[in-house]
């Protein structure tokens, strides 16, 4: 299995900015995606952006596209989400997430970090 471990979150004002940062240890050889996710109490959890851990392809939800850019650093393991232009809606509990090669869903999750956006 692959561990995660997120960070990066906290308290920013309306429009501005956070970059999260999602640490994968494990069997990472056998990562094919990492994804991030986001949740509100009392909503589904739905997910905000993708990228593939080797090509490199990244996938964007629409409410997010244009402001938030996710990337990767291969040598480190690590999966960032430079978040711009943040609004309050954005707030939530972001969460990182793993797909294996040979798995159809994200079945490693790491704990969740809490973006705050103020108005």
């Known amino acids: 299995q692959v561990q995660l471990v997120e960070s990066g979150g906290g308290l920013v004002q309306d429009e501005g900015s956070l970059r999260l940062s999602c640490t994968a240890s494990g069997r990472t050889f056998s990562v094919f995606r990492v994804a991030w996710f986001r949740q509100v109490p009392g909503k589904e959890r739905e997910f905000v952006a993708g990228?593939?851990?080797?090509?490199?392809?990244?996938f964007y939800a629409d409410s997010v596209k244009g402001r938030f850019t996710i990337s990767r650093d291969s040598e480190r393991n690590t999966v960032y989400l430079q978040m711009n232009s943040l609004k309050p809606e954005d707030t939530a509990v972001y969460y990182c997430?793993?797909?294996?090669?040979?798995?159809?869903?994200?079945?490693?999750w790491g704990q969740g970090t809490r973006v705050t956006v103020s108005s």
């Open positions: 997430a793993a797909r294996e090669v040979q798995n159809a869903t994200y079945d490693s």
């Open positions: 990228i593939s851990w080797t090509g490199g392809s990244t």
